[in-house]
């Protein structure tokens, strides 16, 4: 049996997103662990999360997590999603500047004000559907149609990703979805992104990198 730990650390919809694993995954063993035990368990590990980097970094400091995703990120199936790929990456702007876990070299910035979407100015955070356009094969879009629409809540977005495999425009474009080896990131809510997103979500359960 497939066991996967959803990262708990007190800065996300959990609910929903161990309910879009179960229904995708009926025969795993999904559950919540706030400890490095339940990381070392796992065959695959979820990095949810919402909200201020800073606060979900203080989090994961706080409940000794960043060794054990470290580490975990070097043997097994990993995905983050939501703001999971910002904390995967090297530094976000955000609260004045935070170090990310270091997983994918770059950047997180802040939506331009300045910019617009259908000659409008754009409204922050990004939040509703868009589309992902799929930049690059990978088995997490098997059975996804290009241009599929998926669903956002975010201020900030990843900054020129050399291993982005999605691309969403929002007044500028920019990497939607990562991955590399055994890591992948998803900016977007697959828990909330009707069939798509739980498509996403089945075919990261049966990835095998």
Known sequence: MTRIAVIDYGMGNLHSVCKALAHVAPQADIFLTTEASGISKADRILLPGQGAIAACMAQLQTLDLIDPLLLAAQEKPFLGICIGPQLMMQHSE????????????????????????????????????????????????????????????????????????????????????????????LQAHPEKSSDAGLRFLANFVDWQP
């Not at 876990?101 to 939506?111: C, E, I, P, T």
């Not at 409008?120 to 059975?143: D, E, R, Y």
């Not at 669903?151 to 999605?166: A, K, M, N, R, W």
């Open 94 to 185: 955000e609260n004045g500047g935070v170090d990310g876990l270091g997983l994918f070299d770059g950047q997180v910035v802040r939506f331009d004000t300045e910019l617009t979407d259908q000659q409008q100015p754009i409204k922050i955070p990004h939040m509703g559907w868009n589309t992902i356009s799929q930049t690059a094969k990978h088995p997490l879009w098997s059975g996804i149609a290009d241009h599929s629409h998926f669903y956002y809540v975010h201020s900030y977005h990843l900054h020129d990703s050399e291993h982005t495999i999605g691309e969403t425009t929002y007044g500028c474009t920019f990497p939607a979805a990562i991955a590399r080896d055994n890591i992948a990131g």
